[in-house]
Structures are given as structure tokens and as C-alpha cells.
């Protein structure tokens, strides 16, 4: 088996060296890692930025090199072309593109050469989209270490667990789903794709980020899982309709017992969404210890007056507030986030003021409930006063339940063991000033 490392920095026995200039054609191994980072060295020496920033080649005037690109990158294009019509395998380091060079031309637009000018031409379809490649993509300059969607059963699985980094993401300008052409095998939290997996052809196209290993270390992790991915067999799609006919002994039981499987990977799957969800939702309800932000408060208590028993409804007027409803009555509820030092008096004026224009332009009878969380960054076993003597004083001259988060997370614990949610209702609803969970 040839294997050939343009630029790649790697070592193992039976593994050629060349640069994307010097190495015979492509087409002629059966796996090619390509490391496109030093491709723009090929014209960044010799040709310097225009005034606006562009490097450009005016062909006559630059001794032949626009030529010369055109020749190179036309030639490893087609190679790698049959590469992968053959069955071959394509992997290509993701690294941030470089300068590009800009060729004048006088009959037409500008073109540009660009680190990823290599890239074979394919026209893929799924269903009723179309995505050409590589047009219909962009490799973006991107880091971060926020790397998710690693599947263990896959063949690099090795040598995608070991990434920690990235620093280039792959994305669609016509806004197509990635996923829906190749097999994603890492992404970011955004859903930009870190790793893909194309099959061109009859052969297979990856894009792999940079794993931070020694030459050596890389070569014995990454070189197995490529032979693996070259040996397997074509997937049932790309297979003649014919060849199904002729079955192998056992191969009807094996394939029952994979349905099964499935089957029960199926249940599990839902199952595990199931508790997923439940968890998640019990997640929320932490926010009134550790909220993000004035929002995350918000949405922390929503969730806990449900738990509690009330029914809830956003005020379209204020984003920190809501109204909560149960058979004790009825309640406008405030939340105040003080990340730093006790809530003040500030923050009860808007719900005064809107409790004024319930009862008296309404005549509606409601309490009034100002839920506070503060130096939230601290454990609440070593945070300070969460509110100022003076919001306590008027709270109880208004007859406004003073809730911090604290008491209220400790209450929504009581019921969800098992605590009557009946008299905390009724104590939410009358209480004036500092509001204590009594359990």
C-alpha cells in the first residue's frame, strides 16, 4: 500500500515525503494526507500585498508563475480526482486558509488561488439539495476547545479523542446542512464542523483537525484507522441491487440480530432523551442558586412556581417579571440579580408601580412577591446580606414577599420531596417582607 504526506508532519516506516510540487501523481496512492498550511508558500515570497492588501499576478509581467499555479493545481486537482474515484482516501489537515494570490485576467474576473485550491471538484446531492464542492463550503479561521459529537465506534475514533484544540471550522454559505452530505465526526457547540468524513466517488474524503501529537505518536494512532476506513466495504447504497441475492450462510441470523439491536438501541435512545429532559428541567432550577444572569433568574423561577404549584404567565411589559396563579390567590412576582453586594431599593419601584396599576385601575386583588439573588459567584453558605435593611423596611410597608433564591430553591426541594405545596403557597401569598421557608 503507498501512502503519500504532503506536508504532513509524520512518521512511519512505508510512508513517503513530498511537497504538493514535487511529489509524483497523486492518483497513483492509494491514501494521501495533505497538510495545506505551507500551500501558500508557493507564491507569499514572491508576490508582495498591492496598496489594498491583495497579493496579485498579472500573468506576463510575473515570469510565468501564474502560469505555473494554474499548471499545478489543475494537475493535483485531477489527480486527486481519480484518487478517490478509484477507491482511494484523501485526508486533509483543517488549519485556518492563508493569503490567497489573485490572477488578473483581461477577458474576465479576477481568479484566486487559495490554500484549499486543491480540492477536487464533485457535485453532490441529497435528495432535493445540491451542494458543489468545494464551492459550496468555507473553511473558516475559528478556535476554541469546545469539541463534541466524537463517535467511539468509528474507525479515527483514536485519533479524534486525542484532540483537545481547534483552529479552523468548516460552514456552508448557502446555509445547507453539512451532515446531510458527509458524516460530521466532530463539531463545536455552535455546530460549525471541526471533522467530516466525504465519499467522493468510490472513495473517501476527510477533514481532520490537528491533533498537537509528535510525528511518531500521530503515525501509530492515525495511519490503523485510515487502513480501516480504505479496507471497508462499499456502504449497501453505492452496491448493485443484484448482489443482495446472493446470501451467505448465517448472514439472515446476523442481520436479525442487528435488527434487534437496533431495536433496542432505539428504546434506549428515547429512554435516555426522556431522563435527559428531566434532568435538564431539574437543572433549572439551580439558576435560583447560580443564575446566568438577570434572565437565567427569571427563567429559574418560572420553573420553581410551577414546581410549587402555580400557574404562570410572562408580563409582556416587563422581562423580569411574571404573575403566578394558584387557588390561595394570585401574585406579581419580580426578579432582581445583584452579582455584586445586596439587591437595593431600586428594584422594587417597577413592581410597586405595576402592583398599583392592578389593584387600582383594575381593581384587581394581587400580591406582590420581589424574588433577589445576589454575590451569586460565592456558595450561598459564605455570601453576605442579600438585601439592604432599607428594601427589607419597604417590603414590609408595602406587604411584598422579600424572597431570596435561597429559600425559594429550598422549598422547591421540600415539594419535589415530597413537602405539602399548599402552605408554601399560601405563605408566598401573604408574607410582608423577608419570606423564610419553614420546612
Not at 512505508?14 to 500551500?39: N, T, W
Not at 418560572?302 to 394570585?330: C, I, M, N
Request: glycine share 10%.
Amino acid at each position: 500500500m503507498r501512502i503519500l504526506s504532503v506536508g504532513w508532519e509524520i512518521e512511519r516506516a512505508g510512508i513517503e515525503r513530498a511537497s504538493l510540487h514535487d511529489a509524483d501523481s497523486l492518483a497513483s496512492y492509494e491514501i494521501v494526507l495533505i497538510d495545506p498550511a505551507e500551500i501558500p508558500k508557493l507564491w507569499g515570497p514572491y508576490v508582495p500585498p498591492d496598496r489594498d492588501g491583495v497579493r496579485r499576478l498579472v500573468p506576463g509581467y510575473d515570469q510565468g508563475l501564474a502560469r505555473a499555479l494554474d499548471n499545478l493545481f489543475a494537475a493535483r486537482k485531477e489527480e486527486l480526482s481519480g484518487l478517490l474515484r478509484a477507491g482511494g482516501l484523501v485526508a486533509v489537515k483543517l488549519r485556518p486558509p492563508g493569503e490567497p494570490v489573485e490572477i488578473v485576467s483581461v477577458s474576465g474576473p479576477a481568479r484566486r488561488i487559495h490554500t484549499y485550491s486543491f480540492l477536487p471538484n464533485f457535485s453532490l446531492t441529497r435528495e432535493r439539495q445540491f451542494l458543489p464542492f468545494p464551492q459550496g463550503i468555507r473553511v473558516l479561521p475559528r478556535r476554541g476547545r469546545d469539541i463534541r459529537g466524537l463517535d467511539l465506534a468509528h474507525p479515527l475514533a483514536g485519533y479524534l479523542a486525542v484532540v483537545k484544540r481547534y483552529e479552523a471550522v468548516i460552514v456552508s454559505p448557502m446555509g445547507v446542512p453539512l451532515g446531510d452530505f458527509g458524516k460530521v465526526l466532530l463539531h463545536n457547540r455552535l455546530g460549525d464542523v471541526l471533522a467530516w468524513e466525504l465519499r467522493l466517488g468510490e472513495g473517501r474524503l476527510l477533514f481532520l483537525p490537528a491533533s498537537g501529537l509528535s510525528p511518531r505518536e500521530e503515525a501509530e494512532i492515525l495511519i490503523p484507522g485510515l487502513v480501516s476506513l480504505l479496507e471497508e466495504p462499499p456502504p449497501p447504497e453505492s452496491r448493485p441491487e443484484w448482489l443482495s441475492r446472493y446470501e451467505l450462510p448465517r448472514e439472515a441470523e446476523v442481520r436479525g440480530e442487528l435488527a434487534e439491536i437496533a431495536e433496542r438501541e432505539k428504546e434506549l435512545a428515547e429512554r435516555r432523551a426522556s431522563l435527559e429532559k428531566r434532568l435538564w428541567e431539574v437543572e433549572v432550577l439551580r439558576g435560583l442558586l447560580f443564575p446566568a444572569g438577570a434572565s437565567g433568574l427569571v427563567r429559574a423561577a418560572l420553573k420553581a412556581f410551577r414546581v410549587l404549584g402555580f400557574e404562570t404567565q410572562g408580563e409582556e411589559v416587563d422581562a423580569h417579571g411574571f404573575t403566578v396563579t394558584s387557588p390561595e390567590g394570585r401574585a406579581l412576582v419580580r426578579a432582581a440579580w445583584s452579582p455584586e453586594g445586596p439587591v437595593t431599593t431600586g428594584v422594587y419601584r417597577p413592581l410597586l408601580l405595576a402592583l398599583d396599576h392592578l389593584r387600582l385601575e383594575k381593581g384587581e386583588s394581587i400580591h406582590g412577591i420581589l424574588l433577589v439573588a445576589a454575590e451569586t459567584v460565592h456558595d450561598p453558605k459564605r455570601r453576605g446580606p442579600r438585601f439592604t435593611d432599607a428594601l427589607r423596611r419597604v417590603c414590609e410597608e408595602h406587604g411584598i414577599s422579600l424572597v431570596t433564591g435561597e429559600e425559594l430553591f429550598e422549598a422547591v426541594r421540600a415539594v419535589l420531596g415530597g413537602e405539602d405545596p399548599v402552605p408554601v403557597r399560601r405563605s408566598l401569598l401573604s408574607t410582608s417582607g423577608p419570606w423564610r421557608w419553614k420546612g
